[in-house]
Structures are given as structure tokens and as C-alpha cells.
């Protein structure tokens, strides 16, 4: 039993998750247009080294589901000239179509071909772009949350304030709404495992930014893959180790020091926020085995401006008289609607202060003397703490897996 038990989870190690990979196909011919069969497409990694190869079909073609990132794309066949590009950029979900065509020779040629410019996905009529790493990092993000770079998407609206309070908590993690999709009915993706919070929607666990190689929303037509929901599809990849080490330190400090002060606080507001981190990804055996971490923290101190209504030095004394009635004011109009009803009679002198507690006496004795408003700013706090590890490991020159163990936000 036990025996059986392992080499299932031997057979189901190399399936790749859902969403993470992209596709390399097209077809090789030789110089008159023919197509030619049974010639040798390497794709090779830039980073890890992870190589996958196949012979094109009678029909000339081939197709390759490779993981994001880097490659070089090599063809060969008998009685012609080895083809080498290189410079491909695979994105995630993404079908890039590379058609080859093989000159004749006698003699051992290659044709090299460096390719740095986009691919155009011809292959697929998914909507949706990718936003890579490189924007994450560089755009400016307001508390550096990956999904605000959503909003340059086609079909994408953030969430107003309206349509988030009417959610209630539900819609606490929320990001935005896609084709006029309710929020909810979206879907997250973090390497191919779903990472949506059941019980209030949203994403699960938001990602630090340095940890992201790209994501993309799938706005419209998504394959069959991505069922299940109404909505967009947001599919995340981490980042993960290669042969050379990379990793990045970093804080981002934001204080009260230029910041205005509220109109109803009477001193600019205490803000203290610290966010700050550490990634670092590298070989573990070189071409075989990759690791990466990361960590984030965030430290938030930030004053909140509040006022009430509080009695006056009048009515704190049982004098009631100072607030006219509305006996005396037309049936059905404004004022007697907003205000007080009227009194016939002073109340005992010292009525409120026998009744009030330890807390409304101290928010009497705080309010400002001689009005009826009580101001206050307190410092409110939020902490946490965020990490996570990914393994890469390649089983062989066409199959590999990778585990991902990202970790939660714990406050402290």
C-alpha cells in the first residue's frame, strides 16, 4: 500500500499547474515552403538551464508548454543549417508562434538570430496583458500592492467606496471589478493553486511585489482551464531561483513630516509606516535543483481623526433652556424635524454628572469648553509579517516541478 502510495506521487510530480506555463509552437519548412518532418526544436532555459525537446509531426509543426521566462529556441535537421534565436520572452498564459525556416547545406552551418522584440500572441483569442516584474518593481504603488497595476488592463475598474461599503466585509479583500463582473466573481491564481478567501472574497494572500515574476488577468474568452467563475481570471507566478544568485534588499519609510493636517484635527496627524524586505533566489545544484525565498514586513502607525457631540457647560448643569423647542415651529418644517423637542423645565442641577460613568466623564471633561464638539486623534496600529519558499527541481530535460510554500500574513 505504501509502495503504491509513493509511486502515485512520483507519476503526479512532473503534471505542471494550472495557468503557469506558456506555449511555444510553429511549424519549420525548408526554403521552397515544404514542411519538414521529424526535425529536432530545443528549447532551452536562459536561467535554469531546464531543456525540453521534440520532433516536429508529419506536418512539420511542434508545441512546447515551457514555464515563464528567458529562452533559446533551437532547430535542426538532417542536410540542412541548425537554427539558434535567442532572446524569446514566454509570458504566463501567453501562445507565442515561432515559424522556422531551415536553409540547405552541405557542410555544419547555424544561423543565429537574436530576437528582443515582443511576440505577438497569434495562437490563442484570450484578452487579458501581462504585467511583468520589472513594472511591479519600478511603477510607484501605493502601499505596493501588485493589483493596482491591474487597472492599466482593458475592462478593469477599481473598487469605489460606494461599491466596497455596500459589500460590507465581504469585499474586504477585493481589487477591482472586471466587464462590469461583481467583485466576487473573480479568480486568483498563485502558481497555479487557487488563492481566494472563501469566506470574504478577494485574494487570500497578496503577494509582495519583489517575489512576483509577472501575472496577467484574463479579462475575456479564457480557455477552458479557467472556468468556474463569471469573472476575470488573475493568475500570479512567483519568482524562483536560477544559476546565478539574485536578491534584493529593500524599505520604503513614510512619515508625517510633509504630510498636511486634517481640517478637523487641530495638529497634523501621527503617521509612522515601514515596509521593508529581503528576496533571494539561487541554485541549489546547478541546472537541477533552485531555490527562492522572501520576506516582508509592515509596521503602521497612523493617527485616525474622530468628533462627536457632546453636551454643552449648559446642559451639563440640567439648563436646557439654551436649545429652543420646536413647539413653536410649523408643522412638518425642517426645524422641527432636526431639532430638539422643547422642555417645560430646568432638570436638577448636577443630573448628567450623577449619572455619567468614568468614560463619559472623561470625554466631557476632554471636549472642548464651552462648545458642543469633542475632537480627538488616536494612533491606530497594524503590523505583519509575510514569507514564503519556492523549489524548483527538473526531473529530467522535459519534465520538472516546483513547490511553493508561501506564508500567510501574521499580525503581531
Known amino acids: 500500500m505504501k509502495r503504491g502510495f509513493l509511486l502515485l506521487l512520483f507519476v503526479c510530480v512532473p503534471v505542471y499547474s494550472q495557468g503557469t506555463n506558456a506555449t511555444l509552437e510553429g511549424q519549420v519548412t525548408d526554403p521552397s515552403g515544404g514542411v519538414i518532418a521529424g526535425a529536432v526544436?530545443?528549447?532551452?532555459?536562459?536561467?535554469?538551464?531546464?531543456?525540453?525537446?521534440?520532433?516536429?509531426?508529419?506536418?512539420?509543426a511542434y508545441h512546447l508548454s515551457l514555464p515563464v521566462g528567458p529562452y533559446e529556441l533551437r532547430v535542426s535537421a538532417a542536410n540542412f543549417s541548425e537554427y539558434v534565436r535567442s532572446g524569446i520572452q514566454l509570458e504566463v498564459s501567453r501562445t507565442a508562434r515561432i515559424d522556422v525556416q531551415l536553409q540547405v547545406t552541405k557542410e555544419k552551418e547555424t544561423v543565429n538570430v537574436d530576437a528582443r522584440a515582443p511576440l505577438v500572441d497569434v495562437g490563442s483569442n484570450v484578452i487579458g496583458n501581462v504585467v511583468t516584474g520589472r513594472e511591479l518593481v519600478e511603477l510607484p504603488l501605493n502601499g505596493r500592492n501588485f493589483t493596482q497595476l491591474g487597472l492599466l488592463q482593458p475592462g478593469v475598474a477599481p473598487m469605489t467606496a460606494g461599491l466596497a461599503e455596500a459589500g460590507g466585509s465581504l469585499r474586504g479583500g477585493q481589487a477591482y471589478a472586471v466587464n462590469g463582473q461583481r467583485p466576487e466573481s473573480n479568480n486568483y491564481l498563485l502558481d497555479g493553486v487557487t488563492n481566494v478567501n472563501r469566506v470574504d472574497g478577494g485574494y487570500a494572500l497578496k503577494t509582495p511585489v519583489d517575489a512576483i515574476h509577472e501575472f496577467r488577468i484574463l479579462t475575456e474568452t479564457a480557455p477552458a482551464e479557467y472556468g468556474g467563475t463569471s469573472g476575470a481570471t488573475t493568475t500570479v507566478v512567483t519568482r524562483s531561483g536560477s544559476n546565478q544568485v539574485h536578491g534584493t534588499v529593500y524599505e520604503f519609510l513614510r512619515n508625517d513630516a510633509l504630510d498636511a493636517r486634517n481640517f478637523f484635527a487641530s495638529s497634523v496627524e501621527p503617521l509612522k509606516q515601514n515596509q521593508f524586505g529581503v528576496t533571494l533566489g539561487g541554485p541549489v545544484r546547478r541546472n537541477k535543483d533552485f531555490l527562492f525565498g522572501y520576506y516582508e514586513g509592515f509596521r503602521n502607525r497612523q493617527g485616525i481623526t474622530q468628533s462627536a457631540t457632546v453636551p454643552s457647560d449648559a446642559q451639563r448643569s440640567g439648563d436646557f433652556f439654551g436649545h429652543k423647542g420646536s413647539a413653536n415651529r410649523p408643522a412638518g418644517s425642517a426645524d422641527q424635524l432636526l431639532e430638539w423637542p422643547a422642555v417645560s423645565e430646568q432638570?436638577?442641577?448636577?443630573?448628567?454628572?450623577?449619572?455619567?460613568?468614568?468614560?463619559?466623564?472623561?470625554?466631557?471633561?476632554?471636549?472642548?469648553?464651552?462648545?458642543?464638539?469633542?475632537?480627538?486623534?488616536?494612533?491606530?496600529?497594524?503590523?505583519?509579517?509575510?514569507?514564503?519558499?519556492?523549489?524548483?527541481?527538473?526531473?529530467?530535460?522535459?519534465?520538472?516541478?516546483?513547490?511553493?510554500?508561501?506564508?500567510?500574513?501574521?499580525?503581531?
Open 347 to 412: 432638570s436638577d442641577s448636577g443630573a448628567i454628572s450623577e449619572c455619567d460613568g468614568a468614560q463619559a466623564g472623561a470625554v466631557l471633561s476632554a471636549r472642548q469648553c464651552g462648545t458642543e464638539s469633542f475632537v480627538t486623534t488616536q494612533t491606530m496600529q497594524n503590523s505583519a509579517d509575510q514569507g514564503g519558499v519556492r523549489f524548483d527541481h527538473v526531473l529530467t530535460s522535459a519534465t520538472g516541478f516546483s513547490y511553493t510554500t508561501p506564508g500567510p500574513p501574521a499580525p503581531m
Open 41 to 60: 526544436v530545443k528549447a532551452v532555459s536562459a536561467n535554469t538551464g531546464f531543456t525540453q525537446i521534440q520532433a516536429t509531426t508529419s506536418a512539420g
